[in-house]
């Protein structure tokens, strides 16, 4: 069996993304870590993380979407990376889990992904598109 030409090719975007998510969430951090398991907006600057939890998963959302893959697999990827990243996190001094980082994190990739639409898509969008959009 051959492997196909989809999977032959870097997807450098992804990987570089991938990566700095990977740099900024994993190495371990100096105040005391522990789980929060049902914290949207954790302690007074929980608007502040869910943002940047957002932004920092938002490349990821563009860079799946532009490299052909569907929005539904968007934000299933940014889903499934950040609960593999908040279950490491479990393990790291410093680091704690929420489902508000999950949250933010799959709702940034989300994002992304629905940004990365062509243009055609936005000016003149099909039915099913058109629904979702004006939602």
Known sequence: MSVPDRLKRIDWPVGVTVALILLVCLPPAPANGG???????????????????????????????Y???SLLRVVMAGFL??????????????????????????LGGACGGLLAFDR????????????GLSW
Do not use: K, M
Request: aromatic share 6%; with cysteine.
């Open 35 to 65: 789980v929060v398991p049902l914290c949207l907006l954790c302690g007074g600057q929980g608007v502040a993380d869910l943002t940047l939890n957002a932004l920092l998963y938002f490349p990821l959302g563009l860079a799946r979407r």
């Open 67 to 69: 490299s052909g893959i």
């Open 81 to 106: 990376l950040s609960l593999s990243v908040e279950l490491i996190q479990l393990a790291i001094p410093g680091r704690f889990t929420s489902v508000g980082d999950l949250a933010a994190n799959t």
């Open 120 to 131: 055609a898509t936005w000016l003149r969008p099909r039915e099913r598109i058109a629904q």
